[in-house]
């Protein structure tokens, strides 16, 4: 690999107006995908499908963005980022748009594929551009206020959509993430920094080569691949679950997403600042301890009262939640920044393709029983074990080839652009 480089340095404020533009980007991103989750019960009696036409259609987000994933790694480090942001960006708030509008199973299948293949690559570019600003030494710490976006995705914008869904229909949800995507364009536009960082001397076919040969890389996208897969499997029946086999109505689970998503809101910031602090592949190890110990309660409940649910999916999504952050900092981390934008682009297009397989293989193993009651969530919860396990491996490998990735930095630092580490040789 060639020497390493130096950060686009920013002024703190301009460096915070940069991050909160980022993360509202992602909360759009974040919301259409989870919003599909708890209108799972809505669209199947809709449209009349089965639990794994649902899951085919929460699938196929993942999967067409895993294909315009990794055909963005080809070409998108030969353009600056905030105009590839901008430009994929406003694709996905178009097809969203399409997703409000659809009358079939079969529109809402196509929309959802637009919706994926802008919003997968979009997606990679907000956390290449955190690599781009943000210095190593403070790298968990930003993504952590990017990732806030979960949280708030979770206590406003999923609540918000579930509460027009039931009043207008599931429709407006998707209408209301249009409108919000228009307006993130016009933020984006104005608060996103021009960083110059596109590299036009390198032949596109020869920088992917280096981008998917490289030793370091490869194991930085099998810990992308494993680490959604683990929530992959569970997540699109935890919402119908609540409903069918919990016993909650559909107006209580919006609580169930509030109660998780302010839990999240707060536990975010504390593990992105671990995230910097400590190792960041022991932090992962704990939090995954701690993430299946939850799952493998919470897919055994039966009629449950509202309160244990909020508690319980609170605890959910704080674990699920905690393990993103040391693990995406260890994927950035592994990576120089000429590289960034096209490894950026295949990692998200590797963990919407793993994150499709999962929720196919979550379609296999639940079926519709007696009542309505969802069957096989206890099994799948063990194959979602199997992902948490793999996790860990595939991290200590990434550590194990590129310590760097991993290691903890000295507190407090400044806002001084850093040379990076440079890369060993695969």
């Not at 708890?38 to 669209?43: F, K, N, R």
């Not at 519709?368 to 860990?392: D, E, I, K």
Request: proline content about 6%.
């Amino acid at each position: 690999m060639p020497s390493a480089d130096v950060h686009h340095a920013l002024t703190p404020r301009r460096e915070r107006a940069t991050l909160l533009a980022l993360a509202a980007v992602q909360f759009t991103h974040i919301v259409d995908f989870m919003i599909m989750m708890p209108l799972g019960s809505q669209l199947m009696r809709q449209f009349d499908i089965t639990p794994a036409q649902f899951s085919h259609l929460v699938a196929s987000y993942g999967l067409a963005a895993g294909v315009s994933g990794l055909a963005g790694g080809f070409i998108l480090d030969r353009y600056d980022r905030k105009r590839a942001l901008i430009a994929l960006y406003s694709g996905f708030g178009l097809a969203t748009l399409a997703c409000g509008f659809a009358p079939t199973h079969l529109a809402l299948l196509a929309a959802r594929i637009a919706a994926g293949a802008f919003g997968g690559v979009s997606g990679s570019m907000v956390t290449a551009m955190v690599g781009d600003i943000i210095p190593i030494e403070r790298r968990g710490r930003a993504l952590s206020v990017v990732m806030s976006a979960f949280p708030i995705a979770s206590v406003m914008g999923v609540p918000a959509g579930l509460m027009l869904a039931g009043h207008f229909g599931w429709h407006a949800a998707f209408i209301m993430l249009g409108a919000c995507a228009a307006a993130n364009v016009i933020l984006a536009a104005v608060a996103l920094p021009p960083i110059r960082t596109a590299v036009l001397t390198t032949n596109p076919f020869r920088q992917m080569r280096e981008i998917v040969t490289h030793g370091v890389h490869l194991r930085a996208f099998a810990l992308g691949g494993v680490l959604v897969m683990a929530g992959g499997c569970l997540v699109p029946f935890i919402a119908p679950s609540m409903i069918a086999n919990m016993g909650l109505t559909d107006n209580q689970l919006p609580w169930a997403y509030a109660a998780g998503g302010a839990c999240t809101f707060f536990s975010m910031p504390v593990v992105g600042r671990w995230s910097d602090r400590v190792d960041k592949f022991r932090l992962l190890v704990w939090m995954s301890v701690v993430a299946i110990v939850v799952m493998l309660v919470f897919t055994r409940l039966g009629p449950t009262p509202l309160v244990t649910v909020c508690v319980m999916m609170a605890l959910f999504m704080v674990s699920m939640s905690s393990r993103y952050t040391p693990a995406m900092a260890m994927i950035t981390n592994a990576v120089e920044a000429r590289y960034r934008g096209g490894f950026m682009s295949v990692n998200a297009s590797l963990q919407q393709a793993a994150s499709a397989g999962a929720n196919i293989l979550a379609g296999a193993f639940v079926t519709t029983g007696a009542g309505g009651r969802l069957v096989g969530l206890p099994m799948l919860s063990y194959a979602s074990g199997g992902f948490f396990l793999l996790t860990v491996l595939a991290a200590h490998q990434l550590r194990a080839a590129a310590p760097h990735v991993s290691a903890p930095v000295p507190f407090p630092t400044s806002h001084r652009p850093v040379a990076e580490v440079e890369l060993p040789a695969a």
